[in-house]
């Protein structure tokens, strides 16, 4: 149980921002919040990661709620090649895994 | 391209033989974790080793044997597989193991097929 909620799929065009929502309502006061993706056939790959305060890297920028109930992944300029599964984690939330994989957003990037 | 390498790419083996995974990092790391991920579904927690140590065993089969020789180094022994253990088999890294703020760098993986 990842103890996180994301939409199973999203579209977005080619060159637009694509937005991933992710709920962790239960997340606590030191936990931070991890976002990888997984491309086809590839290992998964880190992104972004966050406690509190907003996050911006090469890939992408995470905004988190002030109150860290939720928050959202951008990636500013969507490409065919970001197409892939994005995975929202908050690690440690269920014990001792560092990282446990819920279903994820399958993101589609069209042209 | 990732900074943590897996041979061999791809591995077919009979239910008989006796191969091995391997995973190298060169990023000064002291965690190094493998998962398994079966068609379609997300990767899954099998070992964690810490400073070359056992941290965790996921209940997996003995038939699956880690071994951390050195801190840069990670292998997975296999012996009598069955059919259903054909997956995606991933090396991970990361700076230490239960440090909240310390990513996991991912290698591609081998893909196993036990025939």
């Known amino acids: 149980d990842a103890k996180t909620t994301q939409p199973p799929s999203m579209d977005c065009a080619e060159g637009r921002a694509a937005n991933l929502p992710c709920n962790h309502s239960?997340?606590?006061?030191?936990?931070?919040v991890y976002w990888y993706r997984q491309i086809h056939s590839q290992g998964p790959q880190y992104i972004i990661h966050g406690l509190k305060n907003n996050e911006t890297n090469e890939m992408a920028s995470l905004i988190i709620t002030e109150d860290r109930k939720s928050s959202t992944l951008i990636l500013p300029h969507a490409t065919l090649r970001d197409t892939a599964v994005y995975y929202c984690i908050v690690p440690f939330h269920s014990g001792n895994t560092p990282l446990v994989f819920g279903k994820g957003t399958r993101l589609s990037v069209i042209a | 391209d990732t900074e943590v390498t897996q041979t061999p790419k791809h591995l077919v083996m009979g239910m008989t033989n006796k191969k091995s995974l391997k995973c190298e990092q060169h990023?000064?790391?002291?965690?190094m974790y493998w998962y398994k991920q079966k068609a379609k579904k997300p990767p899954e927690l099998m070992f964690v080793?810490?400073?070359?140590?056992?941290?965790i065993n996921e209940s997996v089969p003995s038939r699956f044997s880690p071994e951390c020789p050195n801190s840069s180094l990670l292998n997975l022994h296999l012996h009598a597989l069955q059919p259903e253990d054909s997956a995606l088999y991933l090396c991970?890294?990361?700076?230490?193991?239960?440090?909240?703020?310390?990513?996991?760098?991912f290698g591609n993986g081998t893909r196993l097929t036990v025939t």
């Open positions: 080793y810490s400073y070359e140590k056992l941290s």
């Open positions: 990023m000064g790391h002291r965690a």
């Open positions: 991970a890294s990361s700076q230490a193991y239960r440090n909240y703020n310390s990513p996991l760098h």
């Open positions: 239960t997340i606590s006061g030191n936990e931070y």
